[in-house]
């Protein structure tokens, strides 16, 4: 029987060369995939609404002849929440409430002070005033992405939330819709891929151009955020899907399998890491893996992304493990062990961490507070989760007195004829003597 994900030892000669293997993470085709999406963009900027009814016919396989087919207002989105199994639609509710909770912390408000000379200094925070939210789709529809993303613009006071999502074959998950509706989506265009991307960059006879654009895609979302990134603002450009488990000798082993399980069964790209340093542990969940992938509904994307990309990795201590964590720079870290607490200080780099056996990364992705837009890909080494500072932009608020004016001028001509910038000097001067003659 083939042995269910790669298995590494710290302690073994080679073990460097495998582990950096393990962690490469150049796209498959990525130059066929860029210059794919090149095209869609230009298609998009050059003929709008046509290219756009085109391009989501040709990949999405749907069959429309004009963008109203392709477009949802907010009170059909509403209509979504009465169509949905009741359970559901609370259970939507709840996870909404928590996060708005939680982001509902992360707002900033606008300050100043005022210095010994009488200046006022200060920042100016306002929200964005339209933002485009991506809704992944294909190998499943994620209204937990819906909340994740747009929740947070909600709290930030974005005025216009529209929110786009691909719908293969013409088929929309009302799910979907009445996650929109919940969270503040103000419009839902049935699109996806680069040419959604490119719609909501460049702006289209129907769909309008917004300041920026959040949440996950695929290899192609991701190219296009990248390509656009300066026309509207991004978040990050996510990759696949990622889980680090630390765990001890105290870790359930049933709960350690289903955790990397969880992770795998995104798609065949995903990551899915344990790292430990007890043996017994390593070997118990190795057996279980084996035994419980078959129950899996998703068997065969579980089993190819563990073969790909997976890892059973031993080490010889926990921290030990950790450093190995943070070199990953995972966009999720279990730290599933005895004393949580005393490993977390020594934790750099992971775009969320859960603490302890019963904080499942599972309850992170729909209902905990935190966005699930994590960064991936190693860029949690300097990136943050998706949170309300992402919808919200800073202006610097200076307001001289003339005294201020004075005494600042001439330290500021000083500067600026030191760099040859001589209108910059007589522009400070100008106000500097004009507080001297009275």
């Known amino acids: 029987m083939q042995q269910v994900t790669n298995y590494l030892d710290s302690e073994d000669a080679g073990f460097r060369a495998d582990f950096q293997r393990l962690l490469g993470r150049k796209s498959k085709q990525e130059r066929e995939v860029v210059a794919v999406v090149v ?13 756009l009814v085109a391009l ?33 639609l609370a259970a939507l509710e709840q996870a909404a409430r928590r996060i708005y909770s939680f982001h509902s912390r992360q707002k900033e408000e606008s300050w100043s002070y005022t210095d010994e000379d ?13 933002v485009g939210i991506y809704i992944p789709g294909g190998k499943a529809s994620y209204p937990s992405s819906v909340l994740m993303s747009a929740v947070p613009a909600q709290v930030a006071g974005v005025e216009e939330i529209i929110a786009v999502v691909p719908s293969p074959a013409g088929e929309i998950s009302e799910v979907v819709l009445a996650a929109a509706s919940i ?6 265009f049935t699109i996806g891929g680069a040419q959604a991307i ?37 978040d990050i450009i996510a990759g696949p899907s990622e889980v680090v488990v630390v765990a001890d000798g105290s870790a359930n082993p049933d709960w350690v399998v289903m955790d990397l399980f969880a992770q795998a069964e995104h798609d065949e790209d995903a990551q899915a890491i344990l790292i430990s340093p007890d043996g ?25 992304s563990l073969q790909r990309r997976g890892a059973i990795v031993k080490v010889t201590d926990l921290q030990e493990a950790i450093a190995l964590a943070n070199e990953i720079a995972p966009e999720h870290l279990e730290l599933s062990v005895a004393d949580p607490d005393s490993l977390l200080p020594q934790v750099r780099h992971a775009g969320a961490v859960f603490v302890g056996s019963y904080s499942a990364e599972s309850i992170g992705d729909y209902v905990a507070g935190p966005s699930h837009v994590l960064p991936t890909s190693g860029t949690a080494r300097f990136s943050s989760p998706l949170g309300v500072y992402d919808f919200q932009k800073r202006s610097s608020l200076i307001k001289c007195s003339p005294k201020g004016a004075a005494k600042l001028g001439g330290i500021a001509a000083t500067l600026a004829r030191q760099e040859g910038l001589i209108a910059h000097a007589l522009s400070a001067e100008y106000r500097a003597a004009g507080q001297n003659e009275d």
């Open 56 to 88: 989501t016919n040709r990949l999405d396989g749907t069959v429309v002849t004009s963008m109203p087919e392709l477009t949802i207002g907010s009170e059909r989105l509403k209509e979504a929440r009465g169509k949905i199994d009741a359970e559901v």
């Open 183 to 188: 969270s503040g989506v103000r419009q839902l």
């Open 280 to 304: 017994e542990l390593l070997s118990s969940v190795t057996q279980r893996m084996e035994v419980r992938l078959e129950e899996m509904e998703r068997s065969n994307i579980i089993a190819q």
């Open 198 to 234: 490119a719609a909501l960059s460049y702006g289209t006879e129907t769909v309008p151009k917004v300041d920026k654009i959040v949440g996950p895609g695929n290899i192609y979302v991701a190219t296009a955020k990248r390509l656009v990134f300066g026309e509207v603002g991004i």
């Open 118 to 130: 009488g200046t006022e200094l200060g920042q100016l925070v306002n929200p964005l005033q339209r």
């Open 39 to 51: 095209d869609i963009l230009a298609q998009i900027r050059d003929k709008g609404d046509d290219a």
